[in-house]
């Protein structure tokens, strides 16, 4: 037996067929491919490069937007950076929320308003009896010019420990709001409205607070007519 015969005439039948060919183009691709996973494999430099451009344009820097210059600022600046970037519903539900949100704002609210629907938020009113009335709080001080504000639902609350607690100008401007709540045993505090907190959710006095706060609107300070006693309304 004549092994090194064999071995020529294999290699000269596989060489005429075409087979040699064949295996050094299959391991000559398996070669390459694993050259381009390294290069450009998840975990690759080139990969994480190309990952941190892509975040880079695609990020939008909420902090500087200003809620005060809404129509222009949010809504131009949702369109130019989300519409054609990031298409999905939920852009959809904050550009609609925010627009539905500021749709109906007026240039001047009064504190007696805000306190009416204060009242919304007290949920006991029909256990009250026929001569029986609750009281809300109402902190109102003006030490140095500016007006500080603490509003809440329940009775004799401390200023600084009101559910709302507002910073409002001399002239009316809305400056700050901070809003503090039990939820499940957790505090939630939404200090100077950002988007955030608008995505989450407004409704009732936090929702009018919001309009206030982003279209700047003149808030009027009419003490005198805030009602806070809340009575049952099967008898009125």
Same mark, same amino acid.
């Given at each position: ?10 290699? =000269? ?43 880079? @344009? ?27 970037? &990031? ?12 627009? #539905? &949100?500021?749709?109906? !704002? ?6 007696? =308003?805000?306190? %009416?629907?204060?009242? /919304?938020?007290? /949920?006991? @009113?029909?256990?009250? #009896? ?32 009101? %559910? ?16 503090? *709540? ?23 006095? *936090?929702?009018?607070?919001?309009? &206030?706060?982003?279209?700047?609107? !003149?808030? &009027? ?9 809340? !009575?049952?309304? *099967?008898?009125?």
């Amino acid at each position: 037996m004549d092994l090194n015969k064999m071995v020529v005439e294999s290699l =000269e039948k596989m060489e005429a067929e075409g087979k040699v060919q064949e295996i050094v183009d299959k391991h000559i691709q398996s070669t390459v491919n694993d050259v381009i996973k390294d290069l450009f494999g998840d975990w690759s430099d080139f990969s994480k490069a190309l990952k941190n451009k892509a975040k880079e @344009a695609l990020q939008v820097n909420f902090d500087d937007l200003n809620l005060r210059t809404y129509n222009h600022l949010i809504l131009q600046s949702i369109k130019d950076k989300l519409d054609d970037e &990031i298409t999905n519903q939920g852009v959809a539900q904050i550009k609609g929320q925010i627009e #539905g &949100i500021l749709s109906d !704002t007026k240039r001047e609210y009064k504190l007696s =308003e805000l306190v %009416k629907e204060l009242a /919304d938020e007290y /949920d006991d @009113a029909g256990e009250l #009896g026929y001569e029986e009335y609750h009281e809300m709080t109402l902190h109102v001080d003006q030490p140095y010019g500016s007006w500080w504000i603490g509003l809440d639902s329940r009775n004799d609350i401390s200023e600084y420990n009101c %559910k709302y607690r507002l910073h409002v100008s001399e002239a009316g401007r809305l400056h700050s709001v901070e809003i503090q *709540e039990d939820r499940y045993g957790k505090k939630r505090s939404i200090e100077n409205f950002d988007l955030e907190a608008v995505t989450k959710g407004l409704h009732g006095l *936090e929702e009018t607070l919001f309009k &206030i706060y982003a279209s700047g609107a !003149t808030l &009027i300070i009419d003490e005198e007519k805030c009602e806070l006693e809340i !009575t049952n309304p *099967e008898y009125e």
